[in-house]
C-alpha cells in the first residue's frame, strides 16, 4: 500500500478518471496532403485489373476491367470462348455465305453488354480530378508563375479537390449499390436457361421456391466482383476525406494545433 509520501512517476500519473496511460495520433496536414496524388495514381493503375468476372469453379472465362463497364468492352479466354455456355452468353457475330448460311467469324467482336453510363462518368471525372491532384500536389513544389484566372482559385484548390473526390465516391458509389450492365446479361442469362425456368415454374410453392433458387445459385456463383474494385472504392473514401481534412486544417489556420486522436486507458 503506498504511504503519502510516495509518488507516481509522471508518466504513469492516475487522470481524475482513474486512466492510467494515453496514446494519441496527430493528423498532420502536411502527411496527408499527399495522401490524395498517391491514392489517384494507384486507382489508375487499377482501372486495368478485371472488376468483375464470370469464373465458374474459380475458372475464369470473361471479365470487364473498369474500362468495360465504362466503354461496353469485355475480355474472354480464348481458350474457353467455344464453350456452348460463353458462347449463349456472348454470341460472335454471323456472316451470312450462299444460301443463307451462316457460320461464326472470330475475328469480329462478341456482342457488347452495353455501357454502364455512371462508370463512364466516374472515368471521365476521374482524370479530371487525377490532373487538378497532381497540379496541386506538385506546382507547389516548384516556383511557378501560375496564370491569373489560376491564382484567383488557387487558395480554394483542397476546397475543389474535396469537392471532385466527392463526386467521384458518390458515382462509384451508385455504381457499386446497382448492377453493370455486364452483370445484368448474366442474370438474363441465367433466368433464361431451360432448367431455370422450368423451375421458376413451380417458385410460387416453398419447395419450389428452393428448388428454383438453388438451379439460379448455381450459376450466380459464377458472377462476382473482384478486390481490385473493393479496393479502388476504399482509395476513393481515403482520397475524399484526406482531402476533405486538409481544406478544413487550412480553415482553421496555422496558429492552432493539429487535431489528434487519443486513446486513453
Partial sequence: MRTPDQTIPASTQYSSDGYTKTCAIRFSPALLQWLPPVAMVIIFILLFPSWVEIAPGGVWVISQSAWGPGFDGVSMDKDLQDVKEVKDLFPRNTRGQGNSQETTDPALEVHK????????????LFFVTLLVTLAVAILPQFKVQLPPQVQQIWPYRWAILTGLNALLLLFLGLQAMVNFKFETKFENWVEAREE??????????????????????????????????????????????SAAFVFWSDKRGPVKPNPKLELVW
Fill in 196 to 241: 431455370v425456368k422450368k423451375a421458376a415454374e413451380g417458385r410460387d410453392s416453398t419447395l419450389g421456391g428452393k428448388k428454383y433458387n438453388m438451379e439460379k445459385g448455381k450459376y450466380e456463383a459464377w458472377l462476382h466482383r473482384t478486390v481490385w474494385m473493393k479496393l479502388v472504392l476504399a482509395l476513393n473514401i481515403l482520397s475524399t476525406l
Fill in 113 to 124: 453488354p452495353g455501357i454502364s453510363w455512371l462508370t463512364l462518368v466516374y472515368l471521365l
